[in-house]
């Protein structure tokens, strides 16, 4: 599949918050008007150009052709049962798939099948399965398949892989990582969808990729636990979940295990100063690595404003609307550089070079672990791993473990009073 060399068409599936706050800041940017990666300067120049957008009513999508920069006016709207199929028949080369992350699956299969290029919100899929079917596809079609971990260009997580890759900090030994949002989540702005849902699946899996990426790959995958609560965002006999709290353990190649916590919740009173409040912490053999969102940067408040049209501690590293001391405005972060970043390396693929060595491009691109479907595979068999335990838990099976390429497989679900296990996924992980 070889694109025009100077125009890269982008269909979006899903037109709700990550569109508004990552990838329409960068498809309104310059650098989508004008793609030039100066490490890769024979890709040349491209046009990223948003061409059409799918959702289940399209009134998201009118209102922003409405507001939306001239050159974007002109996209198109496909709504409902049909608009995938509909968009997939476009002219689009690239699909971002940005939909609820139970809905991921069917989006990206079929644009893969279609032959697009498919960039897919955390987490990718909700099984390993799920996993195998694409990137297989992806195999086939000689295209990429990517998934966004934005946390991964933050700062502060770069430098901390920075030292472990330098040899500065060695052999983690455990950790603990938190990610708290307010009730507003929950029980407004993904009302819609929470049904059935967990906040562990949907925000945990940054953790997971932060831990799998920095200090792997060189160990394996062990164990998963996991609990929960319930009552407050739905009914406490409900399946839909309020707060999770995850432990994942990890065996070095020398033998020793690494286990990490991960909290994560959407009922933090609406008012807290922090809105969604972050932290890591790592210990290592030689030293202590301790990161927390609130106390890096700024405090701020505005009378009328804080704490909800404006924040109190906003994260100006993630996306920030900035005047330039020249006069220009523009939005910037990793939220956006993480979208930027795989454009490029879809311009690198079709453009960089002469057609007969497209696959060895593909290849290269396709070995890249920090987005790949292909490294993809402890994420979510964490994922599919804490669903399965969480889901226990509400049968009446609370305390259950899942044990990673054990005797029964590659998940296997061990739960208290039950002679044997349930296997998750037969494969190995």
Not at 149 to 169: E, I, N, Q, S
Request: net charge neutral; hydrophobic share 40%; proline share 6%.
């Amino acid at each position: 599949m070889l694109l025009d060399a100077t125009s890269i068409r982008v269909g979006m599936v899903g037109v709700g918050m990550i569109f508004d706050e990552t990838y329409r800041p960068f498809l309104e940017s310059p650098a989508a008007r004008h793609l030039f990666d100066p490490a890769r300067p024979e890709s040349g120049v491209s046009f990223v150009t948003l061409a059409g957008i799918v959702s289940r009513t399209g009134s998201r999508a009118e209102k922003y052709r409405a507001v939306a920069p001239p050159h974007l006016r002109e996209l198109r709207s496909f709504v409902g049962d049909t608009g995938l199929t509909e968009l997939l028949a476009s002219d689009v080369q690239v699909v971002c798939v940005a939909t609820p992350d139970d809905r991921h699956f069917a989006a990206a299969l079929a644009a893969l099948r279609a032959g697009k290029h498919v960039l897919i919100e955390k987490p990718s899929v909700l099984s390993l399965v799920e996993l195998d079917e694409l990137t297989a596809e992806a195999d086939r079609r000689g295209v990429l398949a990517k998934v966004v971990y934005h946390k991964l260009l933050d700062p502060d997580h770069k430098k901390l892989r920075t030292h472990v890759a330098d040899g500065t900090l060695k052999h983690v030994n455990n950790g603990y990582c938190s990610l708290l949002e307010p009730k507003a989540v929950g029980t407004g702005q993904f009302a819609e969808w929470v049904t059935g849902r967990n906040p562990g699946t949907y925000v945990a899996v940054h953790y997971l990729k932060l831990i799998d990426f920095t200090f792997g790959p060189d160990w394996a995958l062990t164990r998963v636990s996991a609990t929960g609560q319930r009552g407050l965002v739905a009914a406490p006999t409900s399946p839909t979940w309020d707060s999770v709290q995850m432990q994942v353990a990890y065996t070095h190649p020398d033998g020793r295990e690494a286990a990490f916590d991960i909290h994560t919740n959407w009922v933090t009173p609406d008012n807290f100063p922090g809105y969604v409040d972050q932290e890591v912490q790592f210990r290592f053999d030689n030293g202590v690595w301790l990161a927390h969102q609130r106390k890096r940067g700024v405090e701020v408040c505005v009378e009328g404003r804080t704490p909800h049209d404006l924040k109190n501690t906003p994260n100006h590293h993630y996306n920030g609307a900035f005047v330039e001391p020249w006069g220009e405005r523009a939005v910037r972060g990793y939220g956006v550089e993480v979208i930027e970043r795989f454009f490029r390396e879809v311009a690198f693929v079709e453009f960089g070079g002469p057609a007969d060595g497209r696959p060895e491009r593909l290849h290269q691109t396709r070995s890249l672990r920090y987005n790949d479907l292909t490294a993809d595979r402890n994420v979510v068999a964490a994922v599919q791993a804490l669903e399965a335990i969480l889901k226990a838990q509400a049968d009446g099976h609370p305390g259950a473990i899942v044990k990673v390429n054990g005797p029964h497989g590659g998940l296997a679900l061990y739960k208290p009073g039950c002679p044997a296990p349930d296997v998750l996924y037969a494969g190995n992980v």
